[in-house]
């Protein structure tokens, strides 16, 4: 009912053209019926773009959050590499800082048997759900510390390597 009444009011919005304030803490409403997005917290602007600019360009830890569940590695820069223990990342360009880190969103990360030329991020699976059509996998960080473990690819106890 609740999809049903989001598109039955964006359709509205859309056929008047009027101006709206709407006020949610379901990112999945903000995504569907905005055409801009404020993400606020303790009463401070923390971004505002266009939902796919949010989702694409998140600014800050805050907004990588709201958009869905993240994992995050914690790592020294060295050259154009992001690396913390055996893992490592390469930089799409050079950063001036001597930490950063990495948000890697369960999603986006491809399980493969041998790592990729671009990062090396060993993963062990823990655990397999099978949830109607979806596979998900409890991962845990190899060699290396992730805040949270991510979930997403295979059969428990194998070692596979994620990459983006």
Known sequence: ????????????????????VFVTHDQEEALEL???VVVMSAGK???VDSPQELYSRPESRFVFDFLGHINVL???????????GDAWVELP???TVPVAQLYLRPHEVHLQQV???HANLPLTI???????AEVRLELQPDGWQA??????ELATRNTMHGSR
């Open 1 to 20: 009912m609740r999809k049903d009444l989001r598109r039955w009011l964006r359709s509205l919005h859309d056929e008047l053209h009027f101006t709206s």
């Open 115 to 117: 790592p990729v030329a």
């Open 93 to 95: 360009k050079p950063i």
């Open 34 to 36: 905005s055409d801009k």
């Open 45 to 47: 602007i923390e971004q």
């Open 147 to 152: 805040d949270e473990p991510g979930k997403s």
């Open 126 to 132: 823990n655990a397999v759900s099978l949830i109607g």
């Open 74 to 84: 914690d790592a020294q820069v060295k050259g154009t590499r992001l690396q913390q």
